[in-house]
């Protein structure tokens, strides 16, 4: 759809963290390890096509906050950036799965820029 438009990729992963998060011994440890690793995945995979990339890892209770701030820190660094984001689909899937997963996007998209 974009061929030879994008040349460079950043990759954004924001997960909450809650009570939940702390249940256990090494849990946020655990969760930052896993979520670095997938974004690795993505990283290594635009580096073995040799497409420059980075990510970006944040944590806190407001996901859509947070992605939010991320977001601005790349537009502060990279002006030309553009986001895409991506819609969550489940195999059991119905309306309150879609109201409770997939609203994040529309959220960052109508927060005001600061």
């Not at 950043?10 to 909450?16: I, P």
Request: proline share 2%.
């Amino acid at each position: 759809m974009f061929a030879n438009h994008f040349k460079n990729f950043m990759f954004v992963n924001a997960r909450t963290v809650d009570s939940h998060a702390y249940g256990g011994g090494g849990a946020v440890e655990q969760m930052r390890e896993e979520a670095n690793a997938t974004l690795k995945f993505f990283v290594d995979f635009c580096h073995s096509h040799n497409m420059a990339s980075s990510a970006y890892l944040g944590f806190g209770t407001d996901v859509v906050d947070r992605v939010t701030r991320l977001c601005e820190d790349i537009s502060k660094e990279f002006p030309n950036a553009i986001f895409f984001t991506r819609k969550l689909i489940f195999e059991q899937d119905n309306w309150f799965i879609r109201l409770l997963h997939n609203q994040a996007a529309m959220a960052i998209q109508r927060r005001p820029i600061r």
